[in-house]
């Protein structure tokens, strides 16, 4: 049996957590070429809340993909992005930046409300990507 220690998978980054505070979890984790990736806030480094709407989804999918790269990843990695935002009515904004951002085949996606997010952030986007898209398989 193999202990974390051994083994070469595992955090990408145990510091690059987007914020002042330490946090707990790791941003990015990468196992057998899958990357699973903490969500990201749309706050600014300082830990406060990015405004606007479209300003918010682009700073939480700006975050998303730094700690993605810490791990090796990219967007055409990406396999499942799960958006949680404050306001339900951000659906359009969401899909007009999905479409924007991603290419075809797109990934698979959730879309959830939820009723407080950290720091008073009202967008986090996690993500799961494996490190071979489907043209390198």
Do not use: W
Not at 22 to 36: C, K, L, Q, R, W
Not at 101 to 127: G, H, K, Q
């Amino acid at each position: 049996m193999t202990t974390r220690e051994n083994q070469k998978d595992g955090p990408a980054s145990s510091n690059e957590t987007g914020t002042r505070d330490p946090h707990p979890y790791s941003p990015a984790y990468e196992i057998d070429g899958f990357v699973f990736v903490s969500g990201a806030l749309s706050i600014d480094t300082e830990g406060k809340a990015v405004g606007g709407r479209e300003e918010a989804l682009d700073a939480a999918m700006e975050r998303m993909t730094e700690r993605l790269a810490t791990a090796g990843g990219r967007l055409e990695h990406v396999v499942k992005l799960t958006y949680f935002v404050t306001d339900v009515s951000l659906r359009e904004e969401a899909n007009r930046q999905f479409e924007r951002v991603f290419s075809e085949p797109r990934p698979a996606r959730t879309f959830l409300e939820v009723s407080r997010l950290p720091y008073e952030a009202t967008v986090e986007i996690d993500c799961i990507a494996h490190l071979r898209t489907r043209n390198e398989a």
